[in-house]
C-alpha cells in the first residue's frame, strides 16, 4: 500500500490525499521517509467499518485528525422502520412512474 499524504491549512484538510510518489515530484529536495513538508501531514486510510447491513449503514463522514495524523472517516447509523418504511415507498413511487 502507497504512502499518503494530505495537505493541512489552519488545522483544516484541503482536498484529497496525494501518494508520496506526487508529493515528491513537488518536494524533490526533501527525504519523504525521514520529512514531511511543512502544510502537510501524513493519511493512513481507514476501510470502512464491517457493520450489519440488515440493521446499518455506513457513509463517508469525511476527514478527521487524530494525533497529527488523518485518516477516513466514517459513519454509521442505525437503520430504523421509518428508514425502510421510506425507502420501500420511494421505490413503490418509481414504479408507479
Do not use: C
Amino acid at each position: 500500500m502507497s504512502t499518503l499524504f494530505i495537505k493541512i491549512e489552519n488545522d483544516q484538510l484541503i482536498e484529497h490525499p496525494v501518494t508520496k510518489s506526487n508529493l515528491q515530484q513537488i518536494y524533490r529536495s526533501i527525504d519523504l521517509d525521514t520529512e514531511i513538508p511543512q502544510g502537510w501531514i501524513l493519511f493512513i486510510r481507514n476501510p470502512p467499518p464491517n457493520i450489519d447491513r440488515q440493521t446499518q449503514k455506513v457513509t463517508f463522514n469525511g476527514y478527521k485528525i487524530v494525533n497529527g495524523i488523518a485518516y477516513d472517516d466514517w459513519l454509521v447509523e442505525d437503520l430504523s422502520e421509518n428508514y425502510y418504511s421510506n425507502d420501500i415507498q420511494s421505490i413503490s413511487t418509481e414504479d408507479e412512474v
